[in-house]
């Protein structure tokens, strides 16, 4: 197998905690196959007085480049542990900054391919701009141009979680991206899925994965739209569904903005859970690291059915899969909370 990865002609600085000694990838490099089996290929160079590198490999780290690759080792090891990669799935996030000692580096294997990220800045993908990868047996055309790494694999497990309630039931994804969870719940016997997003190329993205997968084209509706909008009217022409995903992009970058944001999120689950049957469910997440270190999200969402005049039970309390390691003694890499809610 051809194992490459790509990442930008910038320099991502890349810090092994504790190594007291900061350690830099380059980059300009396709990544190969190593002889562990791990798609890339990491090799050690040195940093000059001077300021002049050595480097002699597709991906390049000076300093005490051996941390590093320990480092990324266990970071290999700790996946495989976890089943990754595995048959029915070949998307998931190899590095996870903090989480694996690797602060600020940032990797995502789709299929045979590594995307690999600073966590300052997303690096500009070159050369691949789609490939299709598998999660859980549903097959994705993933484009790491486009959003994040390409794909969103934070929410694997609780794409799969979802799969399992959707039997004869409608359901509305919203900001769907790609289609993950909304495919997720046609696979699960979904009797209609309708999927929205402000985004053109998500709304595509999403359109062909549901035809990648044989999905026939009156079990599930793709509408590019902001979400807002679309839920008021579906609110004033009394439509609902039986289950509603509700996976907004990162509304509080930061904590400053932390109060408005919650304003925010306070609004879109109150107009959400409008658009709810009687006894449905909400899956609502929020991926701001300072909303869910903050701790308030579930008060958040307790305001929020009292705007909406509903009575919620927390049925499951999650966060990202487990490939998506944090250091516990660095709780600031906690951003996803995923909450699955009864709505009364
Ligand atoms: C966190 S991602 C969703 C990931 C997706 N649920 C998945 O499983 O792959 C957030 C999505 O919200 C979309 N988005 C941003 N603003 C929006 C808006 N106002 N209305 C609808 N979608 C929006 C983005 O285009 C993006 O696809």
């Known amino acids: 197998m051809n194992f490459s990865a790509y990442t930008s002609s910038r320099e991502i600085p890349v810090r092994a905690a504790g190594a007291g000694m900061e350690e830099c990838l ?30 002699q490999g597709p991906v390049m780290f000076y300093g005490h480049g051996g941390l590093i690759q320990t480092r990324i080792s266990a970071s290999i090891e700790l996946r495989k542990m976890l089943g990754l990669p595995a048959t029915e799935t070949n998307v998931y996030r190899l590095i996870n900054s903090e ?6 580096l940032i990797t995502d294997v789709l299929g045979e391919h590594l995307v690999v990220a600073s966590s300052a800045a997303w690096v500009e993908r070159m050369k691949i701009d789609e490939v299709e990868v598998v999660e859980n047996s549903i097959r994705y055309r993933a484009s790491p141009t486009g959003q994040k790494t390409g794909f969103y694999a934070d929410e694997r497990d609780n794409r799969h979680f979802l799969r399992l309630l959707c039997k004869g039931k409608t359901v509305l994804d919203l900001c769907c991206y790609s289609g993950g969870f909304a495919l997720n719940a046609i696979v699960g016997g979904a009797s209609h899925v309708t999927g929205v997003d402000s985004s053109g190329p998500a709304i595509e993205l999403a359109k062909a994965n549901a035809a990648l997968n044989g999905i026939e084209e009156g079990r599930c509706t793709f509408i590019r739209q902001d979400s807002k909008h679309f839920l008021s009217l579906s609110v004033a022409e009394g439509r609902s569904w039986d289950i509603v995903i509700l996976d907004p992009p990162k509304l509080a970058p930061n904590r400053k903005v932390l109060p408005r944001a919650m304003v925010q999120y306070r609004r879109l689950n109150a107009l959400t859970m409008r658009a709810i049957n009687p006894k449905g469910l909400l ?57 699955l809610l009864k709505v009364h």
Not at 26 to 55: L, V, W, Y
Not at 99 to 104: A, M
Not at 311 to 322: D, I, N, V
Request: proline fraction near 3%; glycine fraction near 12%.
């Open 26 to 55: 380059f980059q300009e490099a396709a990544m190969e196959k190593s002889r562990t089996n791990i798609p890339c290929s990491i090799c050690s160079g040195t940093n000059h007085a001077d300021g002049g590198r050595d480097f």
């Open 99 to 104: 989480g694996d000692g690797l602060s600020g």
């Open 283 to 339: 899956m609502t997440c929020s991926c701001s690291g300072a909303m869910t270190q903050s701790g308030q999200f579930l008060s958040v969402l307790q305001e929020a059915s009292k705007q909406a005049g509903r009575k919620l039970t927390q049925l499951r309390y999650a966060g990202p899969s487990s490939d998506h390691t944090l250091d516990v003694s660095y709780p600031e890499g906690a951003y996803l909370t995923n909450v």
